[in-house]
């Protein structure tokens, strides 16, 4: 059975750190393209960053290029997401999520398997 839970989110101020994880069972990571999508309120769901797992290119978001990192541990089969310098507009719940094997606009193209969402709130 193919599940993603993640856990890590919660209430920062703006400029901390977070570190989002979402534990895979059911398939391997490496065989997927896999990432992590965000929703703010009232905002459509869009992409964060995303590991093809054709080539192991990364991509970001424009909006947390230099200040996110994704990362993936093999042997326990979890990818995580870094979030450094956080800013009150990266408010929303946070997917993490896997697809096809590359990417598309900054997330896995065509994903088909979620995570159950966690809350990230960046304020003061």
């Known amino acids: 059975q193919v599940q993603l839970v993640e856990s890590g989110g919660g209430l920062v101020q703006p400029g901390g750190s977070l570190r989002l994880s979402c534990a895979a069972s059911?398939?391997?990571?490496?065989?997927?393209?896999i990432g992590w999508f965000r929703q703010a309120p009232g905002k459509e769901r869009e992409g964060v960053t995303c590991i093809s797992s054709i080539d192991g290119r990364i991509y970001y978001a424009d909006s947390v290029k230099g200040r996110f990192t994704i990362s993936r541990d093999n042997a326990k089969n979890t990818m995580y997401l870094q979030m450094n310098s956080l800013k009150p507009a990266d408010t929303a719940v946070y997917y993490c999520?896997?697809?096809?094997?590359?990417?598309?606009?900054?997330?896995?193209?065509?994903?088909?398997?979620w995570g159950q969402g966690t809350q990230v709130t960046v304020s003061s």
């Open positions: 999520a896997r697809g096809l094997r590359h990417c598309s606009n900054y997330g896995p193209y065509e994903p088909d398997y």
């Open positions: 059911g398939f391997t990571l490496d065989d997927y393209g």
